[in-house]
């Protein structure tokens, strides 16, 4: 099952400050606790999928990380319960408890770390703020350009905040008032009575849709709305080591949110383009090198391309079809930044189709000769090499 993302999880924005980001987790924390949500599984799962969140959000490294390749980009553990090897099945309460007794207060009950019930659904008081749509670009890269990183520049047509008013939506400084149903706080409380008595809740204000202003005098560029449509000229710095598929993201570089909201992101997908000699297997890279039979006999100096350039690599005598020469280091590096793949040179030696006379008459010759027969120590070591590529 695909993982959430983690803002989404702790419903912020991300943009959100760390403290922004704790206070989400506490609110998630208290919805999903187990004291408050026995023998609930489900409830369980959200509170471990919480955690999760914020172990990552709240680490400056790995959120970096997160924001720039998303979950593919926390590490090899991914899948094996958790982007960051730390989350899964075996995680425990008790192991959440004690990787966050900041927030938890050392334990696991109500009774330290959370202030309790009383305080429950009093959550401050907050505007809305609308948030732009993100936009996705492809970006083609070749293997020289995924082996050392590289920039690329995109002029986007997108949403931009409107230059007449600002981003407000509204004509003028007095343009816009403040609303009289929520008093500019964007939120209402709701008084429901209950079997246990009235409950309060604090809902979005339904006169200003959460904004906690309401335009008088709509702005004639953009009808009120903040924003027009423009384009721009935005510069991604690609870091080395990008796949195919893998989604590369830059906050706050989507279409602009309606008056001064907060923007989407841009979100680029990579595509590689297509080698003319070489293959690539992750980080490794592969060349098929075909051989002439005198060469694979007697052995010779032959030309490898690779990334840069062609290095020269000696052929020994008597190689057989098959053989893979390693160079170390000459394939790509890890997106992490763990090491460097290798260049494997998989050997075949080409067999003519059509031959002369006099050739064959030479091969002729050499059948009868013991060197070109292969003996039965030979017949086993070429099956075994066979057997194991499909082993």
């Known amino acids: 099952m695909e993982k959430r993302d983690y803002y989404e999880i702790l419903e912020v924005g991300k943009t959100a400050t760390a403290d922004e980001i704790k206070k989400a987790y506490r609110k998630k924390a208290i919805q999903y606790h187990p004291d408050k949500n026995p023998g609930d599984k489900t409830a369980e799962e959200k509170f471990k999928e919480a955690a999760e969140a914020y172990d990552v959000l709240s680490n400056p490294d790995k959120r970096a990380r997160y924001d720039q390749f998303g979950h593919a980009g926390l590490g090899g553990a991914a899948g094996n319960g958790g982007p960051f090897g730390g989350f899964g099945e075996s995680m425990s309460m008790d192991d959440i408890f004690s990787m966050f007794g900041d927030i938890f207060g050392g334990h696991g009950g109500f009774g330290g770390g959370f202030s309790g019930f009383g305080g429950f659904g009093n959550g401050d008081a ?7 749509s993100d936009l996705r670009v492809k970006v083609k890269l070749n293997l020289k350009e995924i082996s050392t990183g590289v920039e690329k520049k995109f002029k986007l047509k997108k949403y931009v905040p409107c230059a007449h008013c600002h981003g407000t939506g509204a004509e003028g400084n007095d343009g816009t008032e403040t609303c009289h149903t929520c008093k500019g706080s964007g939120t209402v409380i709701r008084n429901q009575k209950t079997i246990l008595g009235t409950m ?12 906690g202003v309401i335009i008088k005098n709509k702005c004639k560029e953009c009808a009120g709305e ?31 949110g309606k008056r001064n909201g907060v923007a989407g992101d841009l979100l680029i997908l990579v595509e590689e383009e297509q080698d003319p000699n070489l293959i690539r297997d992750e980080n490794d890279l592969i060349y098929n090198l075909l051989l002439s039979f005198p060469t694979a006999a007697l052995g010779g100096t032959v030309e490898i391309p690779t990334i840069d350039n062609k290095v020269k690599v000696k052929i020994e005598s008597g190689t057989q079809p098959g053989k893979v020469l390693r160079l170390r280091g000459k394939g790509l590096p890890s997106v992490n930044g763990y090491g460097t793949g290798d260049l494997l040179v998989n050997i075949s030696v080409y067999v003519p ?39």
């Open 126 to 132: 907050h505007q809305s703020r609308y948030r732009g």
């Open 200 to 211: 309060q809740t604090r809902t979005t204000c339904p006169t200003c849709n959460g904004e």
């Open 226 to 256: 903040g924003i027009v449509y423009g384009e721009e000229v935005v510069t991604v710095k690609i870091p080395k080591g990008v796949a195919e598929g893998m989604q590369l993201s830059m906050s706050g570089k989507g279409n602009a």
């Open 353 to 391: 189709e059509t031959l002369s006379k006099d050739e064959k008459k030479a091969l002729e010759e050499m059948e009868t000769s013991d060197n070109f027969n292969p003996n039965s120590s030979i017949k086993e070591k070429i099956f075994k090499k066979f057997k194991s590529l499909f082993d």
